[in-house]
């Protein structure tokens, strides 16, 4: 039933039901007849909610999947030539996804037992420790794909290597309550082999992050996240850019160019 496929897609994407019933211009109540299936989509709200989980309207109506994948590739240091952003089909170089693995085991086994620390908080410190990291060096540390969605910037690819870590007993998936609302939580079976790091460099600026950071809550990291510019300009479940960080505020800006400017 679409109903029940429109509620499956907007969990998938982490936005809520009143979220949607204000992109719809619509109630919360009336919003819930469409995912009970008591009240028919009409084609303005199909075409929305299809821009709105980035599928098309023809995939909406027919309950298919948007094409969301990560490709492993060993060698290749670019994107492939063939991927289609606006798919979000993203083809990532294989060293990089073990890397952010090792990364994810890492934040785990520093932060991962904090109660804050749950699924949306992982979400905001991966992208702030892939982004400042940019900013200050001018290069990637994991060079994951994060897209623009109501909650802020969410990594493509944290679903897909989270589900094999797990399968390969890694990690394991845990459920409890923040302040009497659900979590979905992660917690370290394994230690991270840090080797897949470059360098000490890298590490220093992960734990950096986890410092300034890791004791934020999901809201918080939520709000902090709206206020970077790579977010602020990139458009509604879209990718956002690195090369944005370039033009960061005071607010989130982790980069000291006076030093540089006095060189």
Not at 6 to 30: F, M, V
Not at 128 to 138: G, L, P, R
Not at 220 to 227: F, P
């Amino acid at each position: 039933m679409i109903s029940k496929f429109i509620q499956e897609q907007r969990k998938k994407r982490d936005l809520t039901q009143e979220y949607l019933a204000s992109q719809l211009g619509i109630s919360r109540p009336t919003y819930l007849q469409i995912e009970k299936g008591t009240r028919e989509l009409t084609i303005s709200e199909a075409e929305k909610l299809a821009q709105i989980f980035d599928i098309s309207l023809e995939d909406l109506l027919k309950e298919r999947e948007a094409s969301i994948s990560v490709t492993l590739e060993k060698d290749k240091e670019q994107l492939s030539s063939n991927s289609r952003v606006d798919d979000i089909r993203i083809s990532v170089p294989r060293k990089n996804l073990e890397k952010f693995k090792e990364i994810l085991l890492y934040i785990l086994s520093k932060a991962g037992g904090k109660p804050n620390v749950g699924e949306t908080v992982l979400y905001k410190l991966l992208y702030f420790i892939d982004f400042d990291y940019y900013e200050k060096y001018e290069e990637q540390l994991i060079g994951a794909t994060y897209i623009k969605n109501h909650y802020g910037p969410t990594p493509v690819e944290f679903k897909d290597i989270v589900e094999e870590m797990i399968r390969q007993g890694e990690i394991v998936r845990v459920t409890s309550k923040y302040f009497n609302h659900p979590q979905r939580k992660y917690l370290a079976v394994k230690n991270p082999d840090l080797t897949k790091l470059k360098d000490a460099r890298e590490l220093q600026h992960i734990d950096e992050v986890l410092a300034r950071l890791g004791d934020k809550n999901a809201m918080e990291l939520t709000e902090y996240s709206h206020e970077d510019i790579p977010w602020v300009i990139a458009k509604e479940n879209k990718p956002l850019d690195y090369e944005a960080v370039f033009y960061r505020t005071p607010k989130t800006s982790v980069r000291n160019y006076d030093d540089e400017n006095c060189d």
